[in-house]
């Protein structure tokens, strides 16, 4: 079973709306938590990296919050582009050693006009 | 800064050739690593190199794939001989370890 469960694992959204994303994982310890953003093409580039003690990163529209004791993160876009259409992936890091890291399967996000 | 530097792009070949995906990963970075994405299997760790040296192949699936960092600025995956269960996008990321992981575009392969 995944350590890294996503969802929904996918939305439709209309531009100009906001939408929420859902992250739980089970990974164990925990030291970081990062929302990527992969365009169509692309590879996957970091949005926001949130520690233990953090509740709360913005990134222009993107807003991510972490719920360390319930191991639940989210990612809020506000006001949609076009431009925000991709896949959002949640990746965990165990310890800030660790090279190998835990991936979700993604959240694909289509806005359209 | 060029950001790291996959190539090919796009890779068709048929079962049975031998493929070679390169890497040139962001200078200074001391750690390369190969993923593999899928559909199913999302995101996979295939190999990590640190300083140039194979640190961790335990998921490189079987021993047709193979790879290799002559220096410090260049990585390549090989495989042979190729299988159409083989088709995803491969992506290399390099980072100053234990710093944030940069991807590379990626190499999208069709074994047909």
């Known amino acids: 079973k995944n350590q890294v469960e996503q969802s929904p694992q996918s939305l439709i959204i209309l531009e100009g709306k906001n939408c929420t994303l859902q992250c739980n994982y089970t990974v164990s310890p925990f030291s970081n938590l990062r929302w990527y953003k992969q365009d169509t093409g692309r590879g996957p580039v970091s949005l926001t990296i949130m520690t233990f003690s953090e509740n709360t990163k913005s990134n222009g529209r993107y807003t991510a919050t972490l719920d360390a004791d319930t191991k639940q993160s989210s990612l809020h876009i506000t006001a949609s582009q076009l431009s925000d259409s991709a896949s959002y992936i949640c990746v965990v890091s165990a310890r800030p050693s660790d090279y190998k890291l835990s991936f979700g399967a993604g959240t694909t996000v289509t806005v359209r006009a | 800064d060029a950001g790291v530097i996959q190539s090919p792009r796009h890779e068709v070949t048929e079962m049975g050739q031998e493929v070679t995906l390169r890497c040139k990963p962001i200078s200074g970075h001391n750690s390369l690593f190969w993923y593999r994405q899928t559909m199913m299997r999302g995101l996979e760790l295939l190999i990590y190199?640190?300083?140039?040296?194979?640190?961790?192949d335990s998921g490189m699936p079987e021993d047709r794939f193979s790879a290799k960092m002559p220096n410090a600025s260049f990585s390549t995956l090989k495989i042979q001989p190729s299988e159409p269960r083989d088709s995803a996008v491969y992506f290399c990321?390099?980072?100053?370890?234990?710093?944030?992981?940069?991807f590379g575009p990626g190499t999208r392969l069709t074994v047909t």
């Open positions: 990321a390099s980072s100053f370890f234990p710093a944030e992981q940069y």
């Open positions: 190199f640190n300083n140039n040296v194979p640190i961790d």
